[in-house]
């Protein structure tokens, strides 16, 4: 891996890997998934390959954000609005 991407790819993998503690299908399976995702790619050297890997990562980052914010969000409006008040 090139080594100035190398920082990224480890911040990426730490925040994905906090981000899973929560994950719906639960924090082991996020784990291993995540981990054979990362492995999958671990030889390559192409630093322009290397950064598209890690705005697909940095999707992923966001589309957890905006599921766990949903769920959030839905928990909420149960808890304060009865269902026949839609």
């Known amino acids: 891996m090139a080594n100035p991407l190398r920082g ?12 899973g503690r929560e994950y719906p299908q639960g924090a082991d399976y996020f ?6 995702a990362f492995l999958r790619h671990k030889d390559e050297k192409d630093p322009e390959k290397i950064k598209q890997l890690i705005a697909r ?3 992923v980052v966001k589309e957890l954000e905006a599921l766990y ?3 959030k969000y839905r928990a909420m409006k149960q ?7 839609h």
């Open 8 to 19: 990224e790819v480890v911040r990426l993998y730490k925040n994905l890997l906090y981000l």
């Open 31 to 36: 784990r291993s998934r995540l981990k054979a």
């Open 57 to 59: 990562g940095e999707f």
């Open 69 to 71: 914010f949903l769920r």
């Open 79 to 85: 808890r304060y609005y009865s269902d026949d008040n």
